[in-house]
């Protein structure tokens, strides 16, 4: 997907173009008529999270989010603002590679059994609201399953075929910290469209030959000075509220330096291994495969299903569990995302959306883990 990057810079010289709310909703209809399925920012359970959409008041509109470590909660804006929250549980990766789907299945024939694929029959989906961590969560994801010597078929025919409409932060959250690992939070690679939210409309940016299409027709006309400017003011308010860092000199080295460190004794006292840390980020993608026998015997379905690396279990291998304590499991975790995961995939495996940090829910902060093992190395 590197050309998709391409592509952004080749449009980045464009000026922007405007879209009035009024108008929005000639967008969404718009994607469901080109044969989309679009999902986008929606409340879910007392949470923002990602599901289908077919009309603009679905979107979370005037509603914002508070979070801190181990904490979320919803509140109302006064300001009525359509995008004016960060990110939640979910992320785009429950739709490009999803938390259970079966990859194969072995039918009965007489005495035999024939096994075949399961094709995805999944309509091409259309990413509405794809914050610039998303945008960078879903590059690392392309270096995992589609990569040179190991392409997933479902994850490739998803990600081949999604628009995406990329939406810059206007805020940030506490638990942000994507300008330390230069993700964010302005939109600048990876996406079809991008918009940014003012009073009475958004700014819009094309990204590829695609997201021109789409827009072909619509009550879209180039944005005036004041409204670029007004739009510029909003993408700045939030790199200025991004308060939390993390120190990324050397880390790889810091990290795998240290794996004796005491923190990891502390920080396995407070870990629950509950795994959510691990399900809410956008970039994990660990998983296990497991046989299903139909009842009738007539069929076995290879089913994958999101796992993790906290569950005792998934280091299981001939006769013994390798990371039999929450210390080697919280500690393979954070190691693996920060560390040797640039040896495995050339980048981070972390972004800095923080989802981690506000769904853990004892409230362990990797940043401050982090910095506990910077300030004093063993
Ligand atoms: S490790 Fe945490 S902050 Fe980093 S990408 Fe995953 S969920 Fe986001
Ligand atoms: S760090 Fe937090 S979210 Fe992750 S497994 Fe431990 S308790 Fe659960």
């Given at each position: 997907m590197?050309?998709?990057?391409?592509?952004?810079?080749?449009?980045?010289?464009e000026?922007?173009?405007w879209?009035?709310?009024?108008?929005?909703?000639?967008?969404?209809d718009?994607?469901?008529?080109?044969?989309?399925?679009?999902?986008?920012?929606?409340?879910i359970q007392?949470?923002?999270g990602?599901?289908?959409l077919?009309?603009?008041?679905e979107?979370?509109r005037g509603w914002?989010e508070?979070q801190s470590?181990?904490?979320?909660?919803?509140v109302?804006?006064s300001?009525g603002?359509w995008?004016?929250f960060?990110?939640?549980?979910?992320s785009?990766?429950?739709?490009?590679?999803?938390?259970?789907?079966?990859?194969?299945?072995?039918?009965?024939?007489g005495?035999?059994?024939?096994l075949?694929?399961?094709?995805d029959?999944?309509p091409a989906?259309?990413f509405?609201?794809v914050r610039?961590?998303?945008?960078?969560a879903?590059?690392?994801?392309d270096?995992?399953f589609?990569?040179?010597h190991h392409?997933?078929?479902?994850?490739?025919?998803?990600?081949?075929?999604?628009?995406?409409?990329?939406?810059?932060?206007t805020?940030?959250?506490?638990?942000?910290?994507c300008?330390?690992?230069g993700t964010g939070?302005?939109?600048s690679?990876?996406?079809?469209?991008?918009?940014?939210e003012?009073a009475?409309?958004?700014t819009?940016?094309?990204g590829s030959e695609?997201?021109?299409?789409v827009?072909?027709?619509?009550?879209?006309?180039?944005a005036?000075?004041d409204e670029?400017?007004?739009?510029e003011?909003?993408?700045a308010?939030?790199?200025?509220?991004?308060?939390?860092?993390?120190?990324?000199?050397?880390i790889?080295?810091?990290?795998?330096?240290?794996l004796?460190?005491?923190r990891?004794?502390?920080?396995?006292?407070?870990c629950?291994?509950c795994?959510n840390c691990t399900l809410?980020?956008?970039?994990?993608?660990?998983h296990s495969?497991?046989?299903?026998t139909?009842?009738?015997?007539?069929?076995?379905?290879?089913v994958?299903?999101w796992?993790s690396?906290?569950?005792a279990?998934?280091?299981y291998?001939?006769?013994?569990?390798?990371?039999?304590?929450?210390r080697a499991?919280?500690?393979q975790?954070?190691t693996?995302?920060?560390?040797s995961?640039?040896?495995?995939?050339e980048?981070?495996g972390?972004?800095?959306?923080?989802r981690?940090?506000t769904w853990?829910?004892?409230?362990?902060?990797?940043?401050?883990?982090?910095?506990?093992i910077?300030?004093?190395?063993?």
């Amino acid at each position: 997907m590197a050309d998709q990057a391409a592509t952004c810079e080749a449009f980045a010289a464009e000026l922007p173009r405007w879209i009035a709310k009024g108008d929005f909703q000639s967008l969404i209809d718009r994607l469901w008529e080109l044969g989309y399925r679009v999902i986008g920012p929606t409340i879910i359970q007392s949470a923002i999270g990602y599901d289908e959409l077919r009309r603009v008041d679905e979107l979370p509109r005037g509603w914002t989010e508070q979070q801190s470590a181990g904490s979320y909660r919803l509140v109302q804006r006064s300001d009525g603002a359509w995008f004016g929250f960060n990110v939640g549980p979910h992320s785009w990766k429950r739709y490009l590679f999803p938390p259970q789907s079966v990859v194969a299945r072995a039918e009965r024939q007489g005495d035999w059994w024939q096994l075949h694929d399961v094709p995805d029959d999944e309509p091409a989906f259309a990413f509405l609201g794809v914050r610039a961590c998303e945008l960078a969560a879903i590059a690392i994801q392309d270096r995992v399953f589609l990569n040179e010597h190991h392409t997933d078929p479902t994850y490739q025919r998803r990600r081949e075929r999604a628009l995406l409409i990329a939406v810059n932060c206007t805020q940030a959250a506490p638990t942000c910290f994507c300008t330390s690992m230069g993700t964010g939070p302005q939109c600048s690679a990876g996406f079809d469209l991008a918009i940014t939210e003012t009073a009475d409309g958004f700014t819009l940016e094309v990204g590829s030959e695609r997201g021109a299409a789409v827009i072909e027709g619509l009550p879209i006309r180039q944005a005036t000075a004041d409204e670029s400017a007004v739009a510029e003011t909003e993408r700045a308010r939030a790199e200025e509220q991004i308060s939390k860092r993390l120190d990324t000199t050397d880390i790889r080295n810091l990290l795998l330096g240290n794996l004796d460190h005491a923190r990891w004794d502390d920080v396995a006292r407070r870990c629950l291994s509950c795994t959510n840390c691990t399900l809410v980020c956008p970039t994990c993608f660990c998983h296990s495969v497991t046989d299903v026998t139909a009842l009738d015997d007539g069929s076995i379905d290879r089913v994958r299903q999101w796992d993790s690396c906290f569950n005792a279990q998934f280091s299981y291998i001939h006769g013994g569990v390798i990371r039999a304590d929450v210390r080697a499991r919280y500690r393979q975790w954070l190691t693996h995302k920060l560390a040797s995961w640039i040896d495995q995939f050339e980048t981070s495996g972390c972004v800095g959306c923080g989802r981690c940090i506000t769904w853990c829910p004892v409230g362990i902060d990797l940043t401050e883990e982090v910095a506990a093992i910077r300030e004093v190395p063993s």
